[in-house]
């Protein structure tokens, strides 16, 4: 993960820091020191400007109406622009109605270090739906930061897309020595988008999406990926969030990123997987998914609530399907993955589904804890199975060049290409390697 800046790379020009003041102290006498004192107070009280007064500041101030008639665009961007100027008191407050927007809203910090943000702002909603009226691809609500911009709140928010609009909510960070961290979503609402539900892209991390309802947008619920030009996307949570009847995935991970946890989540009825993670995925846990794959033609056509490659950690996660999910997971393993107590089931015509399909590497390692569901592998993987339904106890790897082998000290033991069981005091290197049992 790529890490902010320290405080000094961020400050304002020729502003004085303690660290400054230590650095001064450090080439004086005790005496001259403590008669400097003073004098550096004074100095970083003439040169820090104090900080804006806080405030909540009304979108009604600034005209706009909310009775879903009126184009409030242009009201709403002047509110925007308001409070979140560098000067501006930090907190928009739009009262409840609907609000008609023909053309995106946007909040644009200014460019490099007058831009930077470190202290709490945010619009807050609840109550409060924008129409939108936005054809030819735009954005409802975005936020491009070319600076450093922290503590920020959207709560409460309603959007109701027509389908010609772009994402719902789009933040973008696409550089290497700006970020936009510390931040939360809850209690939004994005339906009926053209483009996304929520999109992040770019230096974004260390934020909370919670209680999120992203669904029947054109393409996916939420996508978080890395910036195609600067950015590494890492340590979002996402918590309590419903991904339902988007047009492609419920939730992406796409252009590498894999730091986004997701807890306590349903995925469902979305056209193709609920979640699509390209290079891994940190943790699922204690989320659904059902009845995904809407767009295929049946259950033989269908596919799985998840598709993952490279890693993955799923803790108490749920499958199940009547119509086109055929199972959890299926995954490619190149490193680690685990499964603890997940479940995977089906009726009606999905009475053949699953918990998972994994396939992946040699050397890579799949551990699965007691799960509920029929597990198959493809061109040879092998998993540790530990207490599977049907069958409990442990089921090991039979292949030589299984990383799950039975291991008794340094032996390992194996099943060879003539069903014969073999021992070798080390790593086999051939099938026949070792002795027979």
Not at 87 to 95: C, H, K, N, T, Y
Not at 283 to 309: K, R, T, V
Request: proline share 4%.
């Amino acid at each position: 993960m790529v890490r902010p800046p320290t405080l000094s790379a961020v400050r304002p020009v020729g502003a004085v820091t303690a660290d400054d003041g230590r650095r001064a102290l450090l080439g004086l006498g005790a005496g001259a020191a403590l008669a400097a004192l003073p004098g550096l107070a004074l100095a970083q009280q003439k040169q820090q400007a104090p900080p804006a007064a806080r405030q909540m500041l009304s979108a009604a101030t600034f005209g706009a109406r909310g009775d879903n008639t009126a184009d409030d665009t242009m009201a709403l961007q002047s509110a925007l622009d308001a409070a979140f100027a560098p000067d501006g008191p930090g907190f928009l407050l739009l009262p409840p109605g609907t609000y008609k927007v023909t053309r995106p809203l946007r909040i644009t910090p200014p460019e490099g270090d007058r831009g930077n943000i470190t202290r709490h702002f945010g619009l807050l909603a609840h109550g409060a739906r924008l129409q939108s009226a936005i054809a030819g691809g735009g954005n409802v609500l975005e936020l491009v930061c070319r600076s450093t911009v922290r503590f920020f709140t959207l709560e409460g928010l309603d959007i109701l897309g027509s389908g010609k609009e772009g994402h719902g909510v789009y933040i973008e960070c696409e550089h290497n020595d700006h970020y936009f961290y510390n931040f939360c979503l809850r209690d939004i609402v994005v339906q009926g988008v053209g483009g996304d539900g929520i999109r992040l892209v770019g230096n974004v991390f260390e934020g909370q999406l919670i209680n999120v309802y992203l669904r029947d947008n054109k393409r996916n619920g939420a996508s978080f990926a890395h910036g195609s030009r600067a950015g590494i996307l890492s340590a979002i949570h996402v918590f309590g969030s419903v991904f339902g009847q988007n047009g492609q995935y419920g939730a992406a991970m796409v252009h590498g990123c894999y730091d986004v946890a997701f807890h306590g989540c349903y995925f469902l009825l979305n056209g193709k997987e609920g979640l699509v993670a390209e290079n891994g995925c940190t943790l699922l846990s204690n989320c659904g998914f059902e009845n995904n794959h809407e767009s295929a033609p049946d259950f033989a056509h269908g596919g799985s609530g998840i598709y993952l490659q490279n890693f993955g950690t799923l803790i108490g996660c749920t499958a199940y399907s009547m119509f086109k999910q055929r199972r959890l997971i299926q995954a490619y393993v190149v490193s680690q993955f685990t499964m603890i107590g997940c479940t995977g089931s089906g009726d009606a015509q999905a009475k053949g589904a699953g918990l998972a399909l994994i396939g992946g590497e040699k050397k890579a390692r799949a551990t699965i804890i007691a799960p509920s569901g029929s597990v198959e592998y493809l061109n040879g993987f092998e998993g540790l199975e530990i207490s599977a339904e049907g069958s409990g106890g442990v089921r090991f790897g039979a292949h030589w060049q299984s990383a799950n082998l039975v291991q008794l000290g340094p032996y390992r033991l194996w099943v060879d290409q003539k069903g014969k069981l073999r021992l070798k005091n080390g790593t086999p290197a051939s099938d026949d390697d070792g002795s027979t049992v």
